[in-house]
């Protein structure tokens, strides 16, 4: 019997009516099948795909944006609204505030500080993950763009993962996007409580995701949403190495975060 509960259990993805995404007050994992695409102001030829906002309790809005071809998209929706893009699939271009062309690869970035003319566009279709936040600190952030290899590796003291830090960190920027990247067997040292929160995406690989009191399998294409204070660790598991990207405010005073 036992072996066929595991079999069930390979299949259960399929079942109508079937999801592993469930949402708490404080925390949220949202799977690829719960994803609901429609189109958005600003989105020319796009469809998007909204994983977490305001309207769960977050500061910032992350979603996944399909852009078909001869699609574009205007700036942010306000001129207080910074943007941060990293292409999943596909190439974009975007145009900077000095009207150069910055041709966008797949695992290329770009940063769009707010007020800025920038816009995005492909040609011939991409796969957008996107955030977007209300800017909060009192800086001059400059439009960025970069590929995240070419980001280096950071020191992470008592922990065995990778790190890459893809925004500067000086005080003109109030957060940063971080990408983990986890062998098979290590996991996080510290069992975290913070008042950051968290828009989270496993990019490869699959693993354990601690969030409060529940355990979560995940896999790539699987987002998370952390409140702050929510207790959070994870694990690479499978024989593969596991990658995740994760925002994090950073240089903003917690009583004002």
Not at 18 to 32: E, G, K, N, Q, V
Not at 54 to 66: D, K, N
Not at 81 to 109: D, W
């Amino acid at each position: 019997m036992q072996l066929l509960g595991c079999h069930l259990l390979l299949f259960a993805a399929d079942l109508p009516g079937f999801t592993r995404s469930t949402y708490s007050p404080d925390h949220a994992l949202i799977t690829p099948e719960s994803r609901v695409w429609a189109g958005q102001p600003g989105w020319k030829n796009a469809l998007t795909a909204h994983l977490i906002s305001p309207a769960s309790g977050a500061s910032f809005s992350m979603f996944m944006a399909h852009m078909k071809p001869d699609s574009e998209a205007a700036p942010a929706p306000a001129e207080t609204v910074e943007r941060f893009i990293l292409v999943l699939e596909g190439e974009s271009q975007a145009t900077s505030p000095e009207g150069k062309t910055v041709v966008l690869p797949t695992n290329h970035y770009a940063y769009f500080p707010p007020n800025t003319p920038a816009r995005l566009r492909s040609a011939t279709g991409a796969g957008l993950l996107v955030y977007e936040r209300v800017y909060k600190a009192k800086g001059n952030p400059v439009f960025l763009h970069g590929y995240v290899e070419d980001s280096p590796l950071l020191a992470t003291p008592g922990e065995t993962f990778q790190l890459r830090k893809l925004l500067p960190q000086t005080t003109d920027y109030d957060f940063n996007i971080h990408i983990m990247d986890f062998n098979p067997g290590e996991y996080l040292n510290v069992k975290e409580v913070h008042y950051n929160q968290h828009g989270l995406m496993l990019l490869d690989g699959k693993g354990i995701y601690r969030l409060a009191d529940k355990w979560y399998p995940i896999q790539a294409g699987d987002a998370i949403w952390m409140a702050p204070y929510v207790v959070q660790w994870y694990a690479a598991l499978g024989t593969t190495p596991s990658r995740y990207i994760i925002n994090k405010d950073t240089t903003v005073d917690p009583l004002f975060s």
